[in-house]
Nanobody, 124 residues
Framework: QRQFREAGGGLMQPGGSLRLSCYAS????????IGWFRQAPGKEREGVSC????????NYADSVKGRFTISRDNAKRTVYLQMNSLKPEDTAVYYC?????????????????WGQGTQVTVSS
C-alpha cells in the first residue's frame, strides 16, 4: 500500500515548536520531491514547504520563511517539518504529498491521494 502517514501535530502555545513527520509507507522516497501542505477551516489548501529528492533544494511559503525548516531522511523514508515560533495562523491540518518539482510554484501531484494529515493547533 502506497501512502503517506503524517504525525507530530498537537496543541502548542504561540512561540512554541513542533516537529512533523511524514513517513512513506510501502515505497521509498527515491527520486521524489516532497511538499508539506496545510488547510485551515474555511480556507484553501496551501503549500507550506517542499524539498527536492536529494534534499539539495528547498522552498518555503513567505508566511513561514525563517520559522520552518524542511528536511528528509531517505533511508528512513521520512520527511520532516520543524516548526518554530508558531503563530495562531499556523493552525491547520498539515499534509505531505509528492510534488512534480520543488520550486517557488510547487504544487501537489494531482494524481496522488491525500493522507489523513496531522492537526496543528496554536493557541494560548
Amino acid at each position: 500500500q502506497r501512502q503517506f502517514r503524517e504525525a507530530g501535530g498537537g496543541l502548542m502555545q504561540p512561540g512554541g515548536s513542533l516537529r512533523l513527520s511524514c513517513y512513506a509507507s510501502g515505497f521509498t522516497l527515491d527520486y521524489k520531491d516532497i511538499g508539506w501542505f496545510r488547510q485551515a477551516p474555511g480556507k484553501e489548501r496551501e503549500g507550506v514547504s517542499c524539498i527536492s529528492s536529494s534534499g539539495g533544494s528547498t522552498n518555503y511559503a513567505d508566511s513561514v520563511k525563517g520559522r520552518f525548516t524542511i528536511s528528509r531522511d531517505n533511508a528512513k523514508r521520512t520527511v520532516y517539518l520543524q516548526m518554530n515560533s508558531l503563530k495562531p495562523e499556523d493552525t491547520a491540518v498539515y499534509y505531505c504529498q509528492r510534488v512534480p518539482v520543488c520550486d517557488s510554484n510547487f504544487y501537489a501531484n494531482p494524481l496522488d491521494y491525500w493522507g489523513q494529515g496531522t492537526q496543528v493547533t496554536v493557541s494560548s
